[in-house]
C-alpha cells in the first residue's frame, strides 16, 4: 500500500469547516483513499472513501485532486466532539481481503 | 447495539500471567481482525480471519501470542506469559466480506497494562 503524509496537528474553531490534507503521492491506480478517526480511548470510526471522484456523506467530503496524489477530508461544521485523531489509509483494492495500515494520523483540536 | 464488541474493556495482569481477550463481530461479518495499538502510534495489524480460518498473520504477532475463531463467530486472542511490551490496546474489527473495500468496523477495543 502507497504510504501517506499528514500533519501530526491541526486545531480548527468550532463551527468552522476543518480541512485536513493528505499528500499520497506514490499512489497506484487501484488503490482507494480511506479516512478513519479514533477519538480518544476509543477504538477507530470509519468515515469515508473514495477512488478518484470527489465523495461526501453525512460526517465528511473527500475531495481528492486530480492527479490522485493528494486528498483532503472537509468537516463542513466542526464541533467539539469532532477532536480526535484522524488518519489518512491508502488501501489496495485487489479481491484480497487486506488489513488497513495505519500512519501516525492528524490529532485535530476544535476550539471552542 | 450491534457493533464489535469487546471484553474485557481493561485488563491489568502481572509479568508472565497469561490473558485473553474476547470480541464479538457484527452478526454476519465473515472476516474478523485483529490489531494492536501502543501509545501514541497508529493500530498496527495483527492477524485476521475468514470464518473460521486464520488466514494471515503479522510479524507481530509472537509465538506467545494466539487467536482462534471456533465457530466463525467471536474470536479469542491469548497472549501468554505476558511482558511488560505487551501493554497496549487490543482493537477487533469485522467487515461482512463481500468486497475487498468492505469497511472495517472496530470495537472499542481491550486495553492491556502489564506490571
Known amino acids: 500500500d502507497a504510504k501517506t503524509t499528514q500533519p501530526p496537528s491541526m486545531d480548527c474553531a468550532e463551527g468552522r469547516a476543518a480541512n485536513l490534507p493528505c499528500n499520497h503521492s506514490t499512489i497506484s491506480g487501484n488503490e482507494y483513499v480511506y479516512w478513519y478517526r479514533q477519538i480518544h480511548s476509543q477504538g477507530p470510526q470509519y468515515i469515508i472513501h473514495g477512488l478518484k471522484n470527489n465523495e461526501t456523506n453525512e460526517m465528511a467530503s473527500l475531495i481528492i485532486t486530480e492527479d490522485r496524489k493528494s486528498s483532503t477530508l472537509i468537516l463542513p461544521h466542526a464541533t467539539l466532539r469532532d477532536t480526535a485523531v484522524y488518519y489518512c489509509?491508502?488501501?489496495?483494492?485487489?479481491?484480497?481481503?487486506?488489513?488497513?495500515?495505519f500512519g501516525s494520523g492528524t490529532q485535530l483540536t476544535v476550539l471552542p | 447495539d450491534t457493533g464489535v464488541s469487546q471484553n474485557p474493556r481493561h485488563k491489568i495482569t502481572k509479568r508472565g500471567q497469561n490473558v485473553t481477550f474476547r470480541c464479538d463481530p457484527i452478526s454476519e461479518h465473515n472476516r474478523l481482525y485483529w490489531y494492536r495499538q501502543t501509545l501514541g502510534q497508529g493500530p498496527e495489524f495483527l492477524t485476521y480471519?475468514?470464518?473460521?480460518?486464520?488466514?494471515?498473520k503479522s510479524r507481530l504477532l509472537s509465538d506467545r501470542f494466539s487467536a482462534e475463531r471456533p465457530k466463525g463467530s467471536f474470536s479469542t486472542l491469548e497472549i501468554q506469559r505476558t511482558e511488560q511490551g505487551d501493554s497496549a490496546m487490543y482493537l477487533c474489527?469485522?467487515?461482512?466480506?463481500?468486497?475487498?473495500?468492505?469497511?472495517?468496523?472496530f470495537g472499542p477495543g481491550t486495553r492491556l497494562t502489564v506490571l
Open positions: 474489527a469485522s467487515t461482512l466480506g463481500e468486497s475487498s473495500t468492505d469497511t472495517q468496523y
Open positions: 489509509i491508502v488501501r489496495e483494492f485487489s479481491g484480497s481481503a487486506r488489513q488497513l495500515t
Open positions: 480471519f475468514q470464518n473460521e480460518a486464520q488466514l494471515e
